[in-house]
């Protein structure tokens, strides 16, 4: 049986919450986000200038006005570590997430939306079985690197210094190319162990795809 582990993190009992429209963040993986909206860039500076958490959720679907109903039910509390002004009035900022939250009884104000978080505890399970898994998705993840030149070579680095089920999936969850309701699925799985089978699939078939193109390229230009 898994053991459950809770994080050694407090967070208040509510958090205001920035929507986000086009990606997800995982826990422990850093992400740039940006706004143009004065609600929510309001919120970032003042979230900044107090340490204060805020929490990170993906909307169903696009709107500038969301409700209780647009969010998903799971998401990310996090802490803002930079900002940055732009020329045109907008910010990007840079956050880092600290844990999964189970998103409870949502409120919403004329600017503002908060919710309860539940912390969702990571999941440990060691086993041989696991361990092979982190290590095969882990060389997988690698392949696609060695065949996508346009990443950054930090994934390379990076994915060599990641050895727990945990923050492997989340981090080549966040950086695979798969659609926005495949990464908001890996981010409702609570169980790495689910995830990292997920993603060995998926990755599968990326890496029959590329090697294809791989192929082809080559056949065109020896023509």
């Known amino acids: 049986m898994p053991e459950h582990t809770e994080p050694n993190i407090k ?35 003042q979230a900044l200038e107090t340490q204060s958490p805020i929490a990170l959720i993906t909307l169903r679907r ?18 803002i570590q930079r900002m940055w ?12 997430s600290q844990c999964r939250v189970a998103i409870t009884n949502i409120t919403e104000t004329s600017d503002t939306i ?20 982190v290590s095969g998705v ?18 390379q680095i990076a994915i060599l210094n990641i050895n727990t089920p945990d923050h492997l999936s989340d981090f080549i969850a966040f950086h695979l190319n798969i659609g926005l309701s495949e990464k908001q699925d890996l981010l409702d799985e609570y169980d790495p162990t689910v995830r990292l089978q997920r993603l060995a699939q998926v990755m599968s078939q990326e890496l029959e795809m ?3 193109g791989v192929r082809v390229r080559s056949q065109v230009q020896s023509e």
């Open 138 to 155: 882990s060389a997988q993840f690698q392949q696609i690197l060695s065949l996508t030149p346009h990443l950054p070579d930090e994934l």
């Open 62 to 79: 696009a709107t500038n006005t969301p409700t209780a109903e647009d969010f998903h039910h799971t998401g990310t509390a996090a802490t």
């Open 11 to 45: 967070l208040p009992k509510r958090l205001p919450v920035f929507p986000l429209r086009d990606t997800v963040v995982y826990p422990a993986v850093p992400a740039q986000l940006s706004s143009t909206r004065q609600e929510t860039i309001q919120l970032v500076t």
């Open 210 to 212: 590329l090697e294809l």
């Open 85 to 96: 002004h732009l020329p045109d009035g907008s910010i990007r900022f840079l956050v880092q």
């Open 114 to 133: 908060h919710i309860c978080p539940k912390i969702i505890p990571s999941r440990v399970k060691k086993s041989q079985h696991q361990q092979a898994l």
